[in-house]
């Protein structure tokens, strides 16, 4: 949200910020990595794909509805920097490949972990009450049919605040409750971007009619994504175990490995956060 403040401070339409506001939690290398692991390889395609089609949509809907944006007051031009005479000028020193590698990798495996570890663990912990909790296929005996688990999903992402990475598992918990492909898209999509918190901040940035015209666009375009999905599963024949098909396996010594190594790489993450610096 603060990054689409400062996209509106600088001058993007109305329509370029909401597009924004819908890809980027969609699309980002986090979310397509835990969507591949939880889920499958083909919704972490498809997840994608579809946000960036509801993003064009929902930017389109908002410029289509949004008022003129108030004339900018005007600034006085500024004087032109006096150039500094040859020799006294400091050169700018190019950090070299062994800093560059270094800065990459501690942002990979530290600073993201620390990033989405938080928001991952609680949607697994949410996740993991689900499945305990309720027996396998609750949801496909007590919701009907393709419509009802759509309607669902749309009816859980309301009041939900969760990002793109916590809701993941919450949809993986949801496949294994009996929830269909394009249902679990549908949550996926409108899940963070439709919760009422995000839509509370969504209203003072855009407009309350602005607004109203992104949820719409959101909401029509997760439905069609949906269908989309849905169909794409029974052509390849997936629909049926489409995700988590392995689950009753159990985890084995290298699940456990790689999950310990994740809770410590975001504890590292977060260290690092609170100090204001590297890790290491």
């Excluded at 009996?178 to 971007?193: N, R």
């Amino acid at each position: 949200m603060p990054a689409v403040a400062g996209l509106r401070d600088k001058g993007a339409s109305k329509g370029a910020a909401a597009s924004f506001l819908t890809a980027t939690p969609e699309t980002g290398v986090d979310s397509v990595a835990v969507t591949w692991v939880m889920l499958d390889p083909l919704m972490a395609v498809l997840r994608p794909v579809a946000a960036v089609v509801s993003a064009i949509a929902a930017g389109l809907a908002v410029n289509a509805t949004a008022r003129p944006d108030p004339p900018k007051p005007t600034l006085l031009p500024m004087a032109p920097p006096v150039a500094e005479p040859s020799g006294q000028g400091q050169a700018v020193s190019r950090p070299g490949l062994k800093s560059r590698i270094v800065k990459g990798m501690r942002y990979g495996f530290v600073d993201l972990a620390g990033d989405v570890g938080p928001w991952f663990l609680i949607g697994v912990a949410v996740a993991g009450a689900m499945t305990v909790f309720l027996p396998p296929g609750f949801i496909q005996d007590h919701v009907g049919g393709r419509w009802g688990g759509y309607l669902l999903a749309l009816a859980l992402s309301l009041p939900i605040y969760v990002c793109a990475t916590a809701s993941t598992p919450l949809a993986a918990a949801l496949a294994w409750q009996g929830l269909s492909p394009g249902a679990a898209l549908v949550f996926l999509l409108a899940g963070p971007a439709t919760n009422i918190a995000s839509l509370m901040v969504t209203a003072r940035i855009l407009g309350k009619r602005e607004t109203a015209a992104y949820l719409a666009a959101l909401v029509i375009c997760a439905l069609l994504m949906g269908l989309a999905a849905d169909a794409i599963y029974a052509s390849v024949n997936m629909g049926g175990v489409w995700a988590g098909g392995d689950i009753e396996e159990g985890a084995g010594l290298f699940e456990h490995l790689t999950a310990l190594a994740f809770l410590v790489l975001a504890y590292l993450g977060l260290r690092s956060k609170r100090s204001g610096g590297t890790c290491g």
